[in-house]
C-alpha cells in the first residue's frame, strides 16, 4: 500500500488588500492514476478554501434578521446592523482548528447583548459568547472576545446569532 502525494503551497502574507476586500486562498488538488488493462483511470478531486485570520462580518454567506449597510466609520466600510435578539449570519466553510477565540468589533445603541458563536445552525452547539457591553452609540466602537470551545475536526457553519443577557435589556 501507498500513501497519497504530499506537498507544500508556500503563499504570501496579506498583500495590502483593503479592509473592505473580501478576500481567500481557494486551493484544488486533482489526481489521476494510470488505470489498470481493461479499466479507466481513476480521478479525483479536492478544493478547499481558507480565510485570512480577520474577517469583515458583512461578508457572511447568509443570514437571517441580518443586514449590511454603508457606513464610513466601519473598518471595512461597510459593517452589520439592525440585529435583534435571534438575528443570525454565518460563514462557511469554517474550520476552528487551533483557534480558541474570537474577537469582535461592535457598536450599540442601547444596552448591548450578547454575541452568541454556534455550529452549523441558529440553535446548533454553542461554543462561545461574547458579551457585547453598551459601546455609547452607532459610531463608537468596542471590542469584545468569545473564548472557543469548538472540535478540531471538520468543516462546519460559523453562526453569529445575537441574544439578549438573561434578565437583562438587550
Known amino acids: 500500500n501507498r500513501q497519497g502525494c504530499s506537498g507544500t503551497v508556500t503563499v504570501e502574507q496579506e498583500s495590502g488588500h483593503a479592509k473592505s476586500a473580501n478576500i481567500a486562498l481557494v486551493l484544488t488538488a486533482s489526481y489521476t492514476d494510470n488505470g489498470a488493462t481493461g479499466s ?26 441580518a443586514t449590511a449597510v454603508d457606513n464610513t466609520s466601519a473598518e471595512g466600510g461597510r459593517r452589520v446592523s439592525s440585529l435583534d435578539p435571534g438575528d443570525s449570519f454565518y460563514f462557511e466553510p469554517f474550520s476552528l482548528k487551533g483557534i480558541n477565540k474570537v474577537t469582535v468589533r461592535y457598536a450599540s445603541t442601547g444596552a448591548g447583548g450578547l454575541a452568541e458563536f454556534r455550529l452549523d445552525s441558529p440553535t446548533g452547539p454553542l461554543v462561545g459568547t461574547a458579551d457585547l457591553t453598551a459601546s455609547g452609540g452607532t459610531s463608537v466602537y468596542r471590542t469584545a472576545s468569545a473564548t472557543l470551545t469548538a472540535p478540531e475536526t471538520g468543516n462546519h457553519r460559523l453562526y453569529v446569532v445575537a441574544a439578549a443577557r438573561t434578565g437583562g435589556p438587550t
Not at 40 to 65: D, V
Open 40 to 65: 479507466q483511470p481513476l480521478e479525483g478531486f479536492a478544493t478547499r478554501k481558507l480565510s485570512p485570520k480577520e474577517i469583515q462580518a458583512e461578508h457572511f454567506a447568509g443570514q437571517t434578521g
